[in-house]
């Protein structure tokens, strides 16, 4: 199973008192649900992969309205051979639809309810709904982090959208082949919408892989740093050595310090050292405490001294 499929079973799991059902069931209605006409008049079908989000919605009606519904199974023979579960409602349709307030006098309503999202815990519920009927989250396993719900209308995806802000999560809304989108791409809100859902075990796995994703892409970033600072260090200690080679082969023309001198031998003897290295080399040495400000205005003098004959070397070659 899919980490989406993980978390819908767990959301057709959660024990819903009847205002919280209804406005889930609202929210099936109006993502997935048909709505058709014939001579027998108005009869609403679901039609769906997951058999478990098909026997849920049949619960929902089956308790809230007392009526039986009519299910069918439809083999696909192209492409995933997957069985496709439809749910027939016949009757009580159009009381039902009247009920959820998805249809009145003035025709059907894309909008989400406010007697439905009026209330926090209905609000979550709807939410739930939306995503039984369409959602998806890309597994925590992976690179990027993406849930997405899908509709067929605009004022849907909005109103979709605008509760989403209410529970402070950055939804966005586009349009993509001839449906639209509301996504979110942030981990940390893609875990607040598992909360908000209820989905406790599918929050813990998305936060358990997060986490350990994000602990190790933040010690590749550590060793990336480290690597890059020992490469500099290795460059610049390769430039100062061959500066002191060259003041040594023009020693005879130069008046050297003291100072100067302990720092060309602690550097040619660790080549590999760093400027707090060199620093406790010189006192372990000589006895001579030296600050790091101290140890790079040494090191600059020595790299001012060979200059000329650096730059004489350079143009000769």
Same mark, same amino acid.
């Given at each position: 199973m899919s980490f989406t499929s993980d978390v819908k079973s767990e959301i057709c799991l959660d024990t819903l008192d009847d205002y919280q059902a209804k406005a889930q069931l609202c929210a099936?209605?109006?993502?997935?649900?048909?709505?058709?006409?014939?001579? #027998?008049?108005?009869?609403?079908? @679901?039609?769906? =992969?997951?058999? +478990?989000?098909? /026997?849920?919605?049949?619960?929902?009606?089956? %308790?809230?309205?007392?009526?039986?519904?009519?299910?069918?199974?439809?083999?696909?023979? #192209?492409?995933?051979?997957?069985?496709?579960?439809? !749910?027939?409602?016949? &009757?009580? *349709?159009? =009381?039902?639809? &009247?009920? !959820?307030?998805?249809?009145?006098?003035?025709?059907?309503?894309?909008?989400?309810?406010?007697?439905?999202?009026?209330? &926090?815990?209905?609000? %979550?519920?709807?939410?739930? +709904?939306? @995503?039984?009927?369409?959602?998806?989250?890309?597994?925590?396993?992976?690179?990027? $982090?993406?849930? =997405?719900?899908?509709?067929?209308?605009? *004022?849907?995806?909005?109103?979709?959208? /605008?509760?989403? =802000?209410?529970?402070?999560?950055? *939804?966005?809304?586009? &349009?993509?082949?001839?449906?639209?989108?509301? $996504?979110?791409?942030? +981990?940390?809100?893609?875990?607040?919408?598992? %909360?908000?859902?209820? *989905?406790?075990?599918? !929050?813990f796995q998305f936060e358990d892989n997060r986490i350990q994703r994000d602990f190790y892409n933040q010690l590749t970033r550590l060793d990336n740093c480290e690597v890059a600072n020992e490469m500099k260090t290795f460059k610049a200690a390769k430039e100062q050595i061959e500066c002191i080679e060259i003041i040594e082969r023009h020693a005879n023309t130069l008046t050297i310090s003291e100072k100067i001198v302990r720092v060309m031998d602690v550097r040619k003897e660790h080549p590999e050292a760093n400027i707090n290295e060199l620093c406790e080399i010189v006192y372990e040495k000589y006895g001579e405490k030296i600050s790091k400000s101290g140890m790079k205005h040494r090191l600059s003098k020595i790299r001012t001294m060979a200059a000329p004959w650096r730059k004489c070397d350079e143009t000769e070659n």
């Open positions: 099936l209605m109006q993502v997935k649900a048909t709505l058709h006409m014939n001579w #027998q008049g108005m009869y609403v079908s @679901f039609q769906m =992969e997951n058999a +478990g989000i098909i /026997k849920h919605i049949y619960g929902l009606i089956k %308790r809230l309205y007392h009526v039986d519904c009519r299910l069918s199974v439809l083999k696909k023979m #192209q492409l995933k051979k997957n069985n496709i579960y439809r !749910l027939q409602i016949y &009757e009580k *349709a159009s =009381e039902i639809l &009247e009920d !959820l307030m998805i249809l009145n006098d003035t025709g059907l309503h894309s909008a989400p309810p406010y007697k439905w999202i009026r209330s &926090e815990k209905n609000a %979550r519920a709807y939410l739930q +709904g939306c @995503f039984l009927a369409s959602g998806s989250i890309n597994s925590p396993k992976t690179t990027n $982090y993406h849930c =997405e719900i899908t509709t067929t209308t605009q *004022a849907l995806g909005q109103g979709i959208k /605008k509760i989403m =802000e209410r529970f402070l999560l950055p *939804a966005r809304l586009i &349009e993509r082949k001839n449906v639209w989108v509301v $996504y979110i791409k942030a +981990g940390d809100k893609i875990a607040d919408l598992l %909360r908000l859902c209820n *989905a406790s075990n599918a !929050l």
